[in-house]
């Protein structure tokens, strides 16, 4: 009777935690069915450089998987994991965005979600320009921006060439010397826009004859070497022969080197076809100090540095006076050789002592 009664409390025994099992089973399988995604959102993450990148960060509780559809673009839906994102790029525009949230028994949760994508105006415009006689180029900087446009101020039609980020147009030619006003357009790559205008000046061709006074030539244009310093400035003596208002400075500094001078590109070639002589006014404090005129970089190097090269001093002190150097007494020079550049020196055999003369009009005759 004892082991009889042992055995079949063991029967109860199994037979209640049989049906404890499937009661709880039966109730784990209920709920399954009935779960439904929770608190569906998404966040958006928008970039603000003008790129339209948007990182989409679907959320919700008892999720499996979600389905996002951007809105945007042919690729459709992209499945993703919980914590995984969809980066899109969007134009400026209005967008809906579906997000579709699965739990693990297919139960759907759906959302959508508006995008309204504005792109910001560019700041901080920075406009580089570089000049060669009519020549214009252009490239420009700009916080924001993804592109250019831009008027170059010479026609009244004009229709803005487009530039690049981190570009630099071609050349731009202009008919003639001017004051131009350079119009650039910043764009945002939707409908906001900035710009910035700039004046640029457009000089002719440097060449002689050289006056100092003509407002489309860049008397700038050159530099110094061995300590000399120049400057356009105020007739010092108008009267003789020189009663024009502008004049050329030539200051040759205390200790500045035997070989100071100064040095001019020419973009239209002096041709000694044209005259052999060149002819300049000068005004001094003293006399008898040479000028050194010395024409350099022939055109297709027919002639080295160094050749033509004439010292003519000044005779008076306290007026203007017209040197002539006459380079038909170089033999070694062609008679068609042309020259790129010119270079001035003064008193070359000793050191600066802080002499100041002008120059005005240079010009070439026969």
Not at 63 to 90: C, N, Q, R, W
Not at 154 to 181: F, K, W
Not at 206 to 216: M, R
Not at 217 to 245: K, L, M, R, W
Request: glycine share 8%.
């Amino acid at each position: 009777m004892k082991k009889l009664s042992i055995y079949l409390s063991g029967l109860l025994l199994l037979a209640a935690s049989t049906a404890c099992t499937k009661d709880a089973l039966n109730d784990v399988d209920a709920n399954l069915h009935n779960t439904v995604p929770k608190e569906l959102n998404a966040v958006l993450n928008i970039s603000e450089d003008n790129s339209g990148n948007v990182q989409i960060t679907p959320m919700a509780e008892g999720v499996l998987e979600f389905v996002v559809d951007p809105g945007h673009g042919e690729d459709g839906a992209v499945t993703l994991k919980p914590g995984e994102s969809l980066h899109h790029s969007y134009p400026e525009g209005n967008y809906t965005i579906d997000i579709q949230a699965k739990s693990i028994t297919g139960a759907i949760q759906a959302s959508t979600h508006n995008l309204d994508m504005v792109y910001r105006a560019p700041e901080n415009i920075s406009i580089s320009a570089s000049q060669d006689a009519y020549n214009l180029t252009i490239s420009a900087t700009a916080d924001f921006a993804n592109g250019f446009l831009v008027f170059f101020g010479d026609d009244p039609n004009e229709e803005g060439t487009p530039l690049s980020v981190g570009e630099t147009l071609p050349a731009h030619t202009y008919a003639s010397a001017g004051l131009y006003q350079v119009r650039v357009i910043a764009l945002s790559g939707g409908a906001a826009t900035s710009e910035e205008v700039i004046e640029v000046q457009i000089y002719d061709p440097y060449g002689l004859p050289i006056t100092f006074e003509d407002l489309n030539q860049n008397y700038a244009h050159g530099g110094t070497f061995g300590g000399v310093d120049t400057a356009i400035v105020d007739n010092p003596a108008p009267g003789g022969i020189n009663t024009s208002a502008k004049v050329w400075q030539y200051t040759k500094n205390t200790a500045a080197a035997t070989w100071s001078g100064t040095w001019t590109p020419l973009q239209t070639p002096l041709d000694l076809s044209q005259g052999k002589k060149i002819k300049i006014w000068v005004y001094a404090n003293e006399v008898g100090k040479e000028i050194n005129l010395e024409l350099e970089w022939a055109v297709d190097n027919v002639v080295e540095n160094g050749v033509a090269v004439l010292k003519v001093a000044n005779t008076v002190a306290n007026e203007w006076e017209e040197l002539t150097f006459d380079y038909s007494t170089i033999a070694a020079l062609p008679d068609d050789v042309k020259f790129t550049q010119y270079v001035f020196r003064y008193n070359d055999s000793a050191e600066g002592t802080g002499e100041v003369i002008y120059i005005d009009n240079i010009h070439q005759t026969n």
